[in-house]
């Protein structure tokens, strides 16, 4: 007795194909992720490290800082990106914490310093937060500004301007040229209290107000 093998029929050729399909979909939009997660990776890496960079040379000497208007090139293995950024400064505000068992001697000693219109929190009005945001320009895919979605990265640090023991011989030499001896001793003491960079909430708030009025126009 001979049996007939039974071949496949369109629907079944269909389906097959449908899912071959969709499962190579699934593989093209997964490699594609992973490649876009990847970019941005590098880029926010690239961000983290031109910020230190900015960071470490504002510290050093303030005036040598590239423009702000200018982005800045950055990549590695033959590949450059460009990356613009913000840099601002401002004081830094302490809040000690009450006590949990009341001292005589630290009472006494507000009280004094009350007398004289300070406080004990008035020594740490001298310390500084620097915050630098790099974010990928829209020269090369990105944005003018630091917009949700672009990738970017913030630096944050806390420093004392008077820790002038710390500063190299080439900075302190150049901040006595530029503001003379009185004006280092001024810092050491915590007496400048003007002349900062604006935070970058402000600077934001200005730009944005800018962009108002030339609409306007």
Do not use: C
């Given at each position: ?101 009341p001292s005589t ?25 620097v915050r630098v ?30 820790d002038i023991p ?52």
């Amino acid at each position: 007795m001979r049996t007939t093998a039974r071949g496949i029929t369109f629907l079944e050729v269909v389906l097959a194909v449908a899912l071959l399909g969709l499962t190579t979909l699934s593989v093209v939009l997964a490699t594609n992720y992973i490649s876009a997660a990847s970019i941005r990776n590098a880029h926010r890496l690239n961000a983290s490290e031109i910020a230190n960079r900015l960071m470490l040379q504002y510290f050093d000497d303030p005036e040598s800082l590239p423009s702000e208007a200018a982005s800045v090139e950055y990549g590695r293995e033959g590949v450059s990106y460009r990356y613009r950024w913000a840099l601002g400064e401002e004081s830094l505000s302490v809040e000690l914490p009450t006590p949990i068992a009341p001292s005589t001697e630290e009472d006494k000693r507000e009280q004094q310093l009350a007398r004289l219109g300070r406080s004990t929190a008035d020594r740490f009005g001298r310390f500084r937060v620097v915050r630098v945001r790099v974010w990928l320009s829209e020269e090369t895919g990105g944005s003018y500004s630091p917009e949700t979605g672009v990738p970017q990265a913030t630096l944050a640090r806390m420093y004392d301007p008077a820790d002038i023991p710390n500063w190299n011989p080439d900075k302190l030499r150049r901040q006595i040229d530029t503001a003379g001896l009185k004006g280092v001793l001024d810092q050491m003491s915590g007496a400048r209290a003007g002349g900062l960079r604006p935070s970058l909430s402000q600077q934001s708030s200005d730009r944005k107000s800018n962009q108002k009025k030339e609409g306007s126009k």
